[in-house]
């Protein structure tokens, strides 16, 4: 399994962006997803997660209202569509997969995904 993200870059606050993750070697409608962030001096923070279902979402309150995950598993790709971008926004952006217990499981912490993609950097500054 592989997981490649992209669609990250410089943006300017108020902007928006769509960050894409494509997993390659399994059937995505099998694998749960989220999508977390990293910000210099600071710990990983997951900030949305689906179900492998795709029916159930959950986004971190940072986020809520301007973030939208959803998932196409004939194209395998997992998509973050972010508006309204802040300044705090800033981070290095990862997706994670794995296979949940029940397909409306939502996974939420880093430590339940064994699979991770290499990050896309996200900048939010005028």
Same mark, same amino acid.
């Given at each position: 399994?592989?997981?490649? @993200?992209?669609?990250?870059?410089?943006?300017?606050? &108020?902007?928006?962006? *769509?960050?894409?993750?494509? $997993?390659? #070697?399994?059937?995505?409608?099998?694998?749960?997803?989220?999508?977390?962030?990293?910000?210099?001096?600071?710990?990983? @923070?997951?900030?949305?997660?689906?179900?492998?279902? &795709?029916?159930?979402? *959950?986004?971190?309150?940072? $986020?809520? #209202?301007?973030?939208?995950?959803?998932?196409?598993?004939?194209?395998?790709?997992?998509?973050?569509?972010?508006?309204?971008?802040?300044?705090?926004?800033?981070?290095?952006?990862?997706?994670?997969?794995?296979?949940?217990?029940?397909?409306?499981?939502?996974?939420?912490?880093?430590?339940?995904?064994?699979?991770?993609?290499?990050?896309?950097?996200?900048?939010?500054?005028?």
């Amino acid at each position: 399994l592989q997981l490649v @993200e992209s669609g990250g870059g410089l943006v300017q606050p &108020g902007g928006s962006l *769509r960050l894409s993750c494509v $997993v390659s #070697g399994v059937t995505l409608d099998y694998y749960a997803v989220g999508w977390f962030r990293q910000a210099p001096g600071k710990e990983r @923070e997951g900030v949305s997660c689906i179900s492998s279902s &795709g029916e159930i979402t *959950r986004y971190a309150d940072s $986020v809520k #209202g301007r973030f939208t995950i959803s998932k196409d598993n004939a194209k395998k790709t997992v998509y973050l569509q972010m508006n309204v971008l802040k300044p705090e926004d800033t981070a290095v952006y990862y997706c994670a997969a794995d296979l949940p217990l029940t397909s409306d499981q939502i996974m939420t912490r880093p430590e339940l995904y064994d699979y991770w993609g290499q990050g896309t950097q996200v900048t939010v500054s005028s």
